[in-house]
């Protein structure tokens, strides 16, 4: 809780003391790429996330974001016996979390902005946290917590067309997904992202 204070706190003194140019509303598509799928088979499976962004500044910019993010993962459970034989077909079990997802984004787009051109392309990178809100696992014989904040480093390219924008990025997990030692693997979850939406400007 005070880790996620005192982020939100510095995010709101960043965005009152530079001009903002945009204000994004977007939405779309997130992958998760498990990096150990250990023992449990763990396989990720299509999510989604929907939220907005400021951009402040010129060429060069920075954006801080807030995102509701829904991540779904697969793990299965196989059968052994005693001699650690299978037994049997395995059993798949679905994880599934909701989060709020922050970046904090440095870009630069490849046109001035202030020429105002009708299409534009732009790179970013930066950390982002993702704190969760809450989780359910499909199987009540295991009781299991996921990590409160967990962080990432990304980065990401997109394309602004009139109003509108598309993007594409990708971000690696630096902390594993659950707290403490339920499970044989606890894995990190880098994730895939693709969204789009639109572009409002703002006075300044």
Known sequence: MITRILFLAALATITSTISAQEFR??????????????????????????????????????????????????????????????????????????????????????????????VNLYVLGGPTALFNLNADLQNDELEVQTTKTQWYIGAAAGLQLAFLFVEGGYNVAMSDVFDGERFQTNPRVNQVTLSAGIRLKLAN
Do not use: C, K
């Not at 989604?48 to 829904?70: I, K, N, S, T």
């Not at 459970?77 to 001699?83: P, S, T, V």
């Not at 049997?88 to 630069?108: H, I, K, N, Q």
């Open 25 to 118: 509303i977007g939405a779309g598509y997130n992958g998760s790429n498990v990096r150990e799928a250990g023992n449990e088979q763990w396989i990720g499976r299509a999510g989604y996330h929907a939220g907005v962004d400021l951009l402040l500044g010129g060429v060069w910019f920075l954006r801080p974001g807030a995102h509701f993010q829904v991540r779904n993962l697969n793990y299965s459970l196989a059968g052994i016996d005693a001699n650690n034989n299978p037994t049997g077909t395995d059993v798949e079990f679905r994880y599934t979390d909701r989060s709020l997802r922050v970046p904090l984004m440095v870009g630069r787009h490849l046109i001035d902005p202030s020429d105002d051109p009708g």
